[in-house]
Nanobody, 116 residues
Framework: QVQLVESGGGWVQPGGSLRLSCLAS????????MGWYRQAPGKQRELVAS???????NYAGSVKGRFTISRDNAKNTVYLQMNSLKPEDTAVYYC??????????WGQGTQVTVSS
Protein backbone atom coordinates (compact mmCIF):
# COMPACT_ATOMS: atom_id res chain seq x y z
CA GLN A 1 0.00 0.00 0.00
CA VAL A 2 0.98 3.58 -0.63
CA GLN A 3 -0.37 6.40 1.49
CA LEU A 4 -0.48 9.93 0.12
CA VAL A 5 -1.08 13.04 2.19
CA GLU A 6 -1.62 16.39 0.49
CA SER A 7 -1.17 19.81 2.05
CA GLY A 8 -0.90 23.42 0.98
CA GLY A 9 -4.35 24.16 -0.37
CA GLY A 10 -6.34 27.22 0.58
CA TRP A 11 -7.81 30.45 -0.70
CA VAL A 12 -5.93 32.88 -2.90
CA GLN A 13 -6.82 35.88 -5.02
CA PRO A 14 -6.55 35.72 -8.81
CA GLY A 15 -2.95 36.13 -9.87
CA GLY A 16 -1.67 34.65 -6.62
CA SER A 17 0.38 31.55 -5.93
CA LEU A 18 0.11 28.38 -3.90
CA ARG A 19 2.35 25.36 -3.46
CA LEU A 20 0.85 21.95 -2.89
CA SER A 21 2.82 19.13 -1.29
CA CYS A 22 2.20 15.38 -1.38
CA LEU A 23 4.03 13.12 1.04
CA ALA A 24 4.20 9.44 0.08
CA SER A 25 4.73 6.59 2.50
CA UNK A 26 4.44 2.83 2.50
CA UNK A 27 5.45 0.78 -0.54
CA UNK A 28 7.04 3.72 -2.36
CA UNK A 29 9.33 1.36 -4.30
CA UNK A 30 6.26 0.41 -6.36
CA UNK A 31 5.69 3.98 -7.59
CA UNK A 32 6.48 4.65 -11.26
CA UNK A 33 5.15 8.18 -11.54
CA MET A 34 3.28 10.72 -9.51
CA GLY A 35 0.79 13.32 -10.51
CA TRP A 36 -1.70 15.93 -9.52
CA TYR A 37 -5.31 15.78 -10.61
CA ARG A 38 -8.15 18.16 -9.90
CA GLN A 39 -11.91 18.01 -9.83
CA ALA A 40 -14.15 21.04 -9.94
CA PRO A 41 -17.83 20.85 -8.93
CA GLY A 42 -19.87 19.18 -11.64
CA LYS A 43 -16.80 18.26 -13.68
CA GLN A 44 -14.74 15.14 -14.20
CA ARG A 45 -11.41 14.67 -12.53
CA GLU A 46 -8.61 15.77 -14.83
CA LEU A 47 -4.85 15.43 -14.94
CA VAL A 48 -3.03 18.64 -14.07
CA ALA A 49 0.60 17.50 -14.12
CA SER A 50 2.68 14.37 -13.72
CA UNK A 51 6.30 13.46 -13.17
CA UNK A 52 8.02 10.14 -13.75
CA UNK A 53 10.76 8.55 -11.69
CA UNK A 54 13.17 9.73 -14.36
CA UNK A 55 12.00 13.31 -13.98
CA UNK A 56 9.95 13.56 -17.15
CA UNK A 57 7.00 15.90 -16.78
CA ASN A 58 3.65 16.36 -18.46
CA TYR A 59 1.18 19.23 -18.07
CA ALA A 60 -2.38 19.94 -19.02
CA GLY A 61 -2.54 22.66 -21.63
CA SER A 62 -4.54 24.91 -19.33
CA VAL A 63 -1.75 25.09 -16.73
CA LYS A 64 1.36 24.94 -18.92
CA GLY A 65 3.63 27.85 -18.15
CA ARG A 66 1.89 28.59 -14.84
CA PHE A 67 2.27 25.37 -12.84
CA THR A 68 5.43 23.40 -12.11
CA ILE A 69 5.59 19.87 -10.76
CA SER A 70 8.72 18.70 -8.97
CA ARG A 71 9.84 15.98 -6.59
CA ASP A 72 12.23 15.55 -3.71
CA ASN A 73 13.09 11.88 -3.59
CA ALA A 74 14.91 12.20 -0.29
CA LYS A 75 11.70 13.47 1.30
CA ASN A 76 9.34 11.23 -0.70
CA THR A 77 7.46 14.37 -1.60
CA VAL A 78 6.02 15.79 -4.80
CA TYR A 79 5.20 19.46 -5.16
CA LEU A 80 2.94 21.49 -7.39
CA GLN A 81 3.90 25.15 -7.62
CA MET A 82 0.93 27.09 -8.93
CA ASN A 83 1.44 30.65 -10.12
CA SER A 84 -0.83 33.16 -11.83
CA LEU A 85 -3.85 31.36 -10.46
CA LYS A 86 -7.21 31.90 -12.10
CA PRO A 87 -10.74 31.37 -10.79
CA GLU A 88 -11.06 28.41 -13.14
CA ASP A 89 -8.26 26.69 -11.21
CA THR A 90 -10.65 26.34 -8.28
CA ALA A 91 -11.03 22.63 -7.51
CA VAL A 92 -10.13 19.86 -5.15
CA TYR A 93 -6.60 18.78 -6.00
CA TYR A 94 -5.65 15.14 -5.58
CA CYS A 95 -2.24 13.55 -5.47
CA UNK A 96 -1.88 10.31 -7.41
CA UNK A 97 0.75 7.59 -7.45
CA UNK A 98 0.92 5.38 -10.52
CA UNK A 99 2.27 2.06 -9.35
CA UNK A 100 3.43 -1.22 -10.79
CA UNK A 101 0.85 -3.73 -12.03
CA UNK A 102 -1.55 -0.93 -13.03
CA UNK A 103 -2.32 0.07 -9.48
CA UNK A 104 -3.10 3.62 -8.43
CA UNK A 105 -3.14 5.31 -5.05
CA TRP A 106 -4.89 8.56 -4.24
CA GLY A 107 -4.66 11.16 -1.52
CA GLN A 108 -7.66 12.59 0.25
CA GLY A 109 -7.59 15.84 -1.70
CA THR A 110 -6.97 19.47 -0.81
CA GLN A 111 -9.23 22.38 -1.72
CA VAL A 112 -7.87 25.25 -3.79
CA THR A 113 -10.12 28.29 -4.13
CA VAL A 114 -9.22 31.24 -6.35
CA SER A 115 -11.50 34.22 -5.96
CA SER A 116 -11.51 37.89 -5.19
Amino acid sequence: QVQLVESGGGWVQPGGSLRLSCLASGSIFSIKAMGWYRQAPGKQRELVASITNGGGTNYAGSVKGRFTISRDNAKNTVYLQMNSLKPEDTAVYYCNAERSFNRNSWGQGTQVTVSS
